[in-house]
């Protein structure tokens, strides 16, 4: 187990669930919601006062639990959902509301590693990058003996992404709402 880098604390043990942890939420960040691996979790949203609700997620596998404002819904009775993450209410059921939060979805998302194998690959890299020096070298003398690292006011970048890898996250990107 290594120690963590100064701008978490010096006396905080970092392991590789650590890594894989951060890696994955740098995946979020850059995508808008989790990707990779599947994970159950429950979302508060933010309806826009019409039928459809489009939640930040680009594959939905499961829905168990809908509520607005503290009431839940008969999911098979009340709405329609696909595995872009729109949600449609059926006639009859009123709108989602337009207040921030109202709408707490309990929902089953992302991709297995084996379905997009490429993620879970760099999720991977990312964590290994991170665990395995202060940070991406920005240049290197070979006779001076002397290396520089990227950084922010003096602080290592963390896992920053690479153009690559940005292509490669790309096709997951969500392209509308905060993340986009």
Request: glycine share 12%.
């Amino acid at each position: 187990m290594s120690k963590a880098p100064d701008i978490i604390g010096s006396a905080t043990p970092v392991d590789s669930t650590f890594w894989m942890q951060a890696a994955q939420a740098v995946v979020r960040r850059f995508c808008g919601w989790h990707v990779a691996p599947s994970v159950t979790e429950t979302l508060k949203v933010t309806g826009s006062g019409g039928r459809r609700l489009t939640l930040p997620s680009g594959h939905v596998t499961g829905l168990s639990k809908v509520s607005v404002c503290g009431t839940v819904l008969d999911i098979e009775s009340s709405m329609d959902w696909d595995q872009a993450g729109v949600m449609v209410l059926r006639p009859g059921m009123g709108l989602w509301p337009d207040v921030p939060g109202a709408v707490e979805v309990t929902l089953t998302h992302g991709w297995d590693p084996d379905e997009v194998p490429e993620v879970a690959a760099l999720i991977a890299t990312l964590a290994q990058r991170a665990a395995s020096g202060p940070g991406v070298v920005a240049s290197q003398s070979v006779n001076g003996a002397s290396v520089a690292y990227m950084s922010a006011g003096g602080a290592p970048l963390g896992i920053p992404l690479l153009e690559i890898e940005k292509q490669i996250l790309d096709p997951f990107r969500l392209v509308w709402g905060p993340a986009a």
